[in-house]
């Protein structure tokens, strides 16, 4: 059974270095919640629950704190929220607090007193994080929304409401209510990080019709993608036949690619050929936060494989197979049907690479009869390529370098993330574990 998650809201006050608090007999606390289980990123089940407990619309802003505490059996998140009502009414028992109140209150959360402290403080100073993105910032929910309003009425239509949908360190999507069909907006993280995602998926809708949403607005400047709604999206749950549908339309999709490799590097595509890949393997295995959560013998193991690993590299770009498009996040929850035919969404992780890095999803299926099916349906589509024998040599060593190119992307994100978010994405560990069980087994 899950635990049940306890949620803590720190509630902006408009113009001042202040939060609200609520009046528990004696003591004083965090607007909370008792809530069943919520994902990391999940903006609309928690904007709903605080909404519902404040009596007025809020804006998430950002996780300044989640994770599961063991020893209480629970998961607890405490969140930065700013009021969409600038004029809403304090409730009788709750009172707007900065840091000089803070301390001649009694707590009913007493563990909360340093973080509140901190927190206030940073408002106190108007400090953040250089790192923190435009999204999780005060004012950014009106500057998206004039440009909405004014990419919507072009449209034809008014918004009604904007709903957060996801939010998080790495991007913020919403959801916009109009008077005629629903829309959504995705401002991603944008280059060193990841793809200029806004451009590229425009590039891509031209280049490649039908394959890819075809955006109705973008923002260059401020990397805003606007997006109708994909209705009907495949999720985990699809057929086995879905899933090899997926694979060969992509595979064939891929094939076109290849000789569009710099027009896509232009339009913001990260380049992540093999080449590059073998010059980051020191580095990445050097990096004290990088190899954090690894057991020293298994660190101690990988750096003295780092040969096999830029060997395995090696070999795979021997096979012959071109550089193409990888979407590098290649999942049926990033696939919709649109006109009878599949599109692939979601191109945060896009970037120029070896092909077979998109088998990823492959390593997830526990059935090794459909594995081995969804494997032939992609191998398929290179026929003609190179001899079959050599394309089933190319996603063995793949089962070494899909780990270690997805370490490296975690890598790349955590470092890039501000501290206190480092959590959300730290998956680095993961992948370098599944890149030594798989170079030791060549």
């Known amino acids: ?50 909404e519902r407990r404040l009596g007025t619309r809020a804006w998430l802003l950002r996780q300044i704190r989640f994770g599961e505490e063991e020893a209480r059996s629970r998961v607890e998140g405490v969140f930065e929220l700013e009021l969409v009502d600038p004029g809403w009414t304090l409730p009788a028992h709750a009172r707007w607090v900065g840091r000089p109140e803070l301390d001649r209150l009694r707590l009913k959360d007493e563990e909360h007193r340093a973080l509140l402290d901190e927190y206030l403080g940073a408002l106190q100073r108007d400090e953040f994080p250089a790192e923190r993105p435009p999204w999780a910032r005060p004012g950014w929910r009106e500057h998206v929304e004039t440009w909405l309003e004014t990419e919507v009425a072009r449209l034809g239509h008014r918004i009604i409401r904007l709903h957060q949908i996801k939010q998080w360190s790495i991007s913020s999507v919403l959801r916009i209510e109009t008077d005629g069909p629903c829309l959504y907006l995705k401002s991603p993280a944008r280059l060193p990080l990841f793809v200029e995602e806004a ?33 009907e999206v495949m999720g985990w749950g699809a057929p086995l036949e879905t899933r090899a549908d997926m694979l060969r339309r992509f595979a064939g999709l891929q094939r076109r690619t290849a000789a569009r490799t710099a027009e896509l590097l232009a339009a913001g595509c990260l380049d992540r050929r093999l080449d590059v890949l073998e010059t980051q393997i020191d580095p990445l295995l050097d990096d004290p936060e990088a190899v954090a959560r690894v057991t020293p013998d298994d660190v101690a193991d990988l750096r003295s494989r780092a040969d096999d690993l830029k060997e395995a590299c090696r070999q795979l770009a021997a096979v012959g197979l071109p550089d193409t498009l990888v979407h590098g996040d290649l999942h049926l929850g990033n696939v919709a049907r649109e006109g009878g035919e599949l599109v692939y969404f979601d191109w945060t992780d896009a970037c120029i690479g070896h092909p077979f890095i998109d088998l990823l999803a492959l390593q997830w299926e526990r059935d090794e009869a459909d594995r081995a099916a969804l494997l032939e349906a992609y191998l398929d589509e290179w026929d003609g390529v190179t001899a079959p024998e050599r394309l089933r040599v190319a996603a063995k060593l793949a089962g070494v370098v899909i780990p270690l ?38």
């Open 199 to 231: 451009t590229v998926t425009a590039t891509l809708a031209e280049l490649f019709p039908g394959y890819v949403p075809t955006p109705l607005a973008i923002e260059a400047r401020e990397g805003w993608l606007l997006l109708p709604e994909l209705r």
């Open 1 to 50: 059974m899950a635990p049940r998650s306890h949620l803590f809201a720190a509630l902006r006050h408009p113009t001042e270095p202040r939060i609200v608090l609520l009046r528990s007999d004696r003591e004083w606390r965090l607007p909370h919640v008792r809530a069943s289980e919520v994902r990391v990123a999940d903006a609309s089940a928690i904007v709903d629950v605080f």
């Open 405 to 442: 190119h997805h370490a490296v992307s975690y890598w790349q994100i955590v470092a890039s993330l501000e501290p206190a978010a480092k959590w959300e994405l730290d998956a680095t560990h993961t992948f370098l574990r599944e890149a030594l069980a798989r170079v030791r087994e060549l």
